[in-house]
């Protein structure tokens, strides 16, 4: 079964709106959590590194201030996307660190968010 | 910084043949390599993952081998099943370091 939970799996929001997306840890905890937004057929696209009871780290080129990532427990880290565009449109996918399996990661179902 | 090179980008196999995806990596000191199948629309699985002090790993009809002096390492599906079909993702990483660094996929089509 699945060891990392995202929530919603889907939602469409409007231009303007702000709309948070929920990972969670099932069965371990996790102190450093991934957020990734991908494409269609491409890769993923690493946004952020989430750390548990600290600031997130930002990749390059992403918004902080319109991709807000809380991770305040270690079985919790959240994705709002701020006034949120139809360009924000995507895959969005998290994934956790369990450190107690040798660091292997494990990957949320995905979100996909649509901003009409 | 670490690259992960992936091919081929699409691999197309008679079911019940075997498929074989290759990767490279540039950096020798990445010690973790997994695959991960991806399903259409949905997150990334991981049903692979080999560590540098092995060279190769199994698990049923799927394996993965490891030749660290080339760094590259390959994905290896035998007897494959129309259930096979997804994109498949190789990855690198330093333990030390949280990342995963990804390769860019390939697009595996079983035909019955």
């Known amino acids: 079964g699945a060891v990392v939970s995202q929530h919603p799996s889907r939602v469409i929001c409007k231009s303007g709106t702000s709309v948070k997306i929920e990972c969670r840890s099932l069965?371990?905890?996790?102190?450093?959590m991934f957020w990734y937004r991908q494409f269609p057929k491409q890769s993923l696209m690493l946004m952020a590194t989430?750390?548990?009871?600290?600031?997130?780290?930002?990749e390059q080129g992403v918004e902080k201030d319109k991709f807000l990532i809380n991770h305040a427990s270690l079985t919790l880290s959240t994705l709002t996307v701020t006034s949120a565009h139809p360009e924000d449109s995507s895959f969005y996918i998290c994934s956790a660190r369990d450190t107690g399996k040798g660091n292997t990661i494990y990957f949320g179902e995905g979100s996909w968010l649509t901003v009409v | 910084g670490e690259n992960v090179e992936q091919h081929p980008s699409t691999l197309s196999v008679q079911e019940g043949d075997s498929a074989v995806i290759k990767c490279t990596y540039s950096?020798?000191?990445?010690?973790?390599f997994p695959w991960y199948k991806q399903e259409l629309g949905k997150g990334p699985q991981l049903i692979i993952d080999i560590r540098s002090n092995v060279g190769e790993k199994k698990d049923q009809r799927i394996a993965v081998t490891l030749n660290k002096t080339a760094k590259h390492f390959s994905l290896h599906i035998t007897e494959t099943q129309p259930e096979d079909s997804a994109v498949y993702f190789c990855a690198a990483k330093i333990d030390s370091n949280y990342q995963l660094i990804w390769g860019a996929g390939t697009k595996l089509i079983i035909k019955p």
């Open positions: 989430s750390n548990e009871g600290s600031k997130a780290t930002y």
């Open positions: 950096d020798s000191a990445s010690n973790y």
């Open positions: 069965d371990f905890q996790a102190t450093t």
